[in-house]
């Protein structure tokens, strides 16, 4: 895709205003074809006012000539001095001042103590550290291992507590979901029928009854 400005109004000029092919002025204003035909029919872009390319310096006569006499001829721009003002800066590296770069390796401990569920990748990021330093904290083999405490990274001074929170709460949501995908334990609906438990068996004790009384065992033996 082009850089220059107002592809559709340049569009819109160069349809009523040259006898390009829709392929030479869509692959010059960054546009689909289909697009391009849309607003020669008039369904797209009506209220659009075009805008003259030649007046506006994105394009030379010399190269709009060359396209009308070789409709394989694709245009090229001129490098225009505010589209490149107007283009989104890449964000710089992280930087952590030197005097709170031995704050690190206790951040790195408050993350591994209390939120294992965030990533080394995420506090890598996060910190401006390296996964080999967070994997030396976590094993104690780290140089100053005698001196590092866990310590909140907002209270040090790494981090802004809003954007502490929401990576905590990434890695959580992240986490619960894994651990459904693994067929973790759920909850059963509160409608769903309860079965009866079976009661268990426990016999009755059986009164023992003595012997029965006779004759002998009442009046005596005649003997």
């Known amino acids: 895709m082009t850089d220059i400005l107002m592809p559709k109004a340049t569009a819109v000029w160069l349809v009523d205003n040259t006898s390009l092919t829709f392929e ?17 029919d008039g369904d797209v872009a009506r209220d659009i006012r075009g ?8 394009l030379s006569r010399e190269e709009l000539d060359k396209a009308q006499n070789d409709e ?16 989104a800066a890449k964000p710089a590296p992280k930087y952590t001042p030197v005097s709170r770069r031995q704050d690190r ?5 408050w993350f591994v103590r209390n939120h294992p569920e965030v990533t080394d990748a995420q506090i890598a990021k ?6 080999s330093t967070i994997e030396s904290v976590r094993n104690r083999t780290h140089w100053n291992s005698a001196n590092i405490k866990p310590v909140d990274p907002v209270t040090l001074g ?3 507590q809003i954007v502490l929170d929401d990576l905590v709460k990434k890695a959580a949501d992240k986490k619960a979901k894994d651990d459904a995908k693994k067929g973790g334990a759920t909850l059963q609906p509160a409608d769903a029928p309860v079965e009866p438990v079976e009661e268990e068996f426990v016999p009755e004790a059986r009164e023992r009854r003595g012997a029965e ?11």
Do not use: W
């Not at 390796?105 to 401990?109: F, K, L, R, V």
């Not at 996060?126 to 996964?131: E, N, S, V």
């Open 24 to 40: 030479q002025i869509a692959d010059f204003c960054g546009l689909h074809p289909l697009e391009v035909r849309g607003i020669a």
């Open 51 to 58: 805008a003259d390319p030649l007046v506006n310096g994105q």
């Open 72 to 87: 394989n001829y694709r245009m090229q721009a001129v490098v225009s001095r505010h589209a490149e003002m107007m283009k």
């Open 105 to 109: 390796p206790d951040a790195i401990a």
């Open 158 to 160: 790494l981090v802004g």
């Open 213 to 223: 009384p006779t004759a002998e065992s009442v009046f005596g033996s005649k003997d």
């Open 126 to 131: 996060l910190l401006g550290t390296t996964k």
